[in-house]
């Protein structure tokens, strides 16, 4: 039996780019297994956009209870930073271009143990 959790992103993404602003929402991926990187859909800015990141401010919100070992990224094309907490502030992808796709990747440590047919 797998463990399946949905999660629900709800993200007011600001990129702090040339004196704007951005945001964008998207529904997380189910996580299956332990030890599994899973990533949001992509998160673009609604409108052309130029410059590049100084802040990010992000906000989670999971379906079901929250799994044990839960990490959560938030990921550009060549830069990952770890978000601490469903909510909160960032600079770890400061200065990367404000039009980049950026993707939420949930993961859950450790590998599923099985006993008598049950996840434990």
Sequence with gaps: MTRSLWMLVMLPLWA??????????????????????????????????????????????????????????????QRCTSLEGASGTTRGLAHVAADETLHMVFGFAGKEHYRRGCAL
Aim: one cysteine or more; a positive charge; charged letters at 10%.
């Design 16 to 77: 702090q780019a040339a004196g704007g602003a951005w945001h964008a929402s998207a529904n997380g991926p189910s996580l299956v297994n332990r030890g599994s990187w899973q990533h949001s859909q992509p998160l673009l800015p609604s409108a052309k956009v130029s410059g590049h990141i100084n802040v990010v401010n992000w906000r989670y919100q999971l379906s079901k209870p929250t799994p044990s070992g839960l990490e959560v990224k938030l990921c550009a094309a």
